[in-house]
C-alpha cells in the first residue's frame, strides 16, 4: 500500500501552529516569528513535507517557470542561450521548460501551445519565421511576457537579435577586400530560418553596393547529407566562383570539408566564411573566418527582460543589433586566385567591425 502522504495539517499540528502560518513560512510570504519558522521548517524536514507547486501556483497565480522554444541544440548558439537563459531564471527563483522545434513549423507551434497549457509564466523565443509565425501570434494574444532571441521583433515583442544585413555586409566587404568579385551563399532552406534569409537578402544588397557579381545560392535542409554533391554541382556550374558565405558556422564547416573532398584547397583555391563565430571554427585548421555573435548575452537580455516584466523590475533595453556581432579575420579567408586584394581599402571598409563585441 503506497503510504500516506504527510499535509500541512500534519505540518502544523507538529510545529503547534495554525496552516495559515505554515503556508506562510513555506511560501515566504507575510510574517512569522524566528522561532515559529524554526519549527515549521523542522518539522516539514522530520515529515518529508514539501509544499505543493501546483497549490503554490493556483494561491499566487504563478508557476514560478519560464518556456524557453530553440530550433535545436545541436548549434552551439542556441544551448549557450538556454544555458544563459536558466542561469538568470534560477537566480530568480524559477525553472525552465525547453522545447526544441527542429526547424518545423508544425513542431514549433506544438511547442508554444504545450508551454502555455503548463501555465508558463513567460517566455524566450526563437522561431523559424518571426514574421508569419502561428506560434508567436497565439503568444501575443495571450499576452503573456515574452522575448525573442536572434528573430526580428514582431507583434511589438522585444528581441535580442543581430542585424543581419549589416553582419552580411561586413561579409560582403571582407570578400571585396581579398579580390574576390563572383562568390556563393550557402544556406539552411530559408522557410526554416528567417535568418538565413536576411543574411541573404543583405549580402545580395551589399554584393551589388560593392560591384561584385550577384552571389549564387545554394539551400539546403539542415541535415542534408548530399552537400557533397550539391557543393560538387555548384562549383562545377559557375568556375569563377572563389568565396562561400555560409549562413551559419555549422555549414561553413560542412563545406570546408566538402570541397577538401573535392580537391580544393581552403583558402588557396576557395575561401569560406561563417556566420556565429562557434568554438569549434577557432579549432579547424586553418581557423574559420566568420561572424561573431554573444548568444550568452541574448540569452541573459530575453530572460532578464521577462523576469524584469513577472516581476515589475526595471526592464533592460534590448542590445543594439548593429553593434552585437564583430568580424573574425581567419585562415578560410585568403586572396582571391583571380583577383588582387586592395589591402588599404579592406582595412577602410572593415575598420567599424573589427571593434570588440558590444553586448550592452
Known amino acids: 500500500m503506497k503510504p500516506k502522504q504527510p499535509t500541512i495539517k500534519d505540518v502544523a499540528e507538529r510545529a503547534r501552529c495554525g496552516i495559515a502560518t505554515v503556508s506562510r513560512v513555506l511560501n515566504e510570504t507575510g510574517s512569522a516569528s524566528l522561532d515559529t519558522r524554526e519549527r515549521v521548517m523542522a518539522a516539514a524536514a522530520a515529515l518529508g513535507f514539501e509544499f505543493s507547486a501546483l497549490g503554490r501556483s493556483l494561491q499566487s497565480n504563478r508557476t514560478k517557470t519560464l518556456g524557453c522554444v530553440v530550433p535545436s541544440l545541436a548549434n552551439p548558439i542556441f544551448a549557450d542561450v538556454v544555458q544563459a537563459a536558466q542561469r538568470v531564471a534560477n537566480a530568480k527563483g524559477y525553472q525552465l521548460i525547453l522545447a526544441c522545434s527542429e ?91 528567417d535568418r538565413s534569409r536576411e543574411r541573404y537578402d543583405g549580402y545580395v544588397a551589399a554584393c551589388l553596393n560593392l560591384g561584385l557579381e550577384p552571389p549564387v545560392l545554394l539551400e539546403i535542409e539542415e541535415q542534408d547529407g548530399q552537400l557533397l554533391d550539391l557543393l560538387g554541382g555548384l562549383l562545377d556550374r559557375n568556375k569563377a566562383l572563389t568565396g562561400i558565405f555560409a549562413s551559419n558556422d555549422y555549414l561553413a564547416l560542412a563545406a570546408i570539408k566538402a570541397a577538401r573532398q573535392l580537391g580544393r584547397r581552403i583558402p588557396q583555391d576557395l575561401s569560406i566564411v561563417g556566420f556565429d563565430g562557434i568554438s569549434s571554427g577557432q579549432m579547424v585548421d586553418p581557423n574559420l573566418a566568420t561572424i561573431v555573435t554573444d548568444p550568452a548575452a541574448m540569452g541573459l537580455g530575453a530572460a532578464g527582460y521577462v523576469l524584469a516584466l513577472l516581476e515589475n523590475e526595471a526592464v533592460p533595453r534590448p542590445l543594439d543589433a548593429k553593434r552585437a556581432f564583430r568580424f573574425r579575420t581567419g585562415g578560410t579567408l585568403g586572396a582571391s586566385s583571380t583577383g588582387k586584394a586592395d589591402d588599404r581599402e579592406a582595412a577602410t571598409s572593415l575598420s567599424s567591425f573589427l571593434q570588440p563585441l558590444r553586448t550592452s
Open 103 to 193: 526547424y518545423d513549423e508544425d513542431l514549433e507551434l506544438k511547442a508554444v501551445r504545450m508551454l502555455l497549457a503548463k501555465q508558463v509564466d513567460g517566455l524566450i523565443l526563437t522561431v523559424n519565421n518571426a514574421q508569419a509565425s502561428e506560434a508567436l501570434s497565439l503568444v501575443s494574444r495571450k499576452n503573456l511576457p515574452a522575448a525573442l532571441v536572434y528573430n526580428r521583433p514582431v507583434h511589438d515583442l522585444k528581441s535580442w537579435a543581430v542585424d543581419n544585413g549589416e553582419a552580411a555586409r561586413a561579409v560582403a566587404e571582407a570578400f571585396a577586400g581579398h579580390g574576390h568579385r563572383h562568390t556563393g551563399f550557402l544556406a539552411l532552406r530559408f522557410h526554416r530560418s
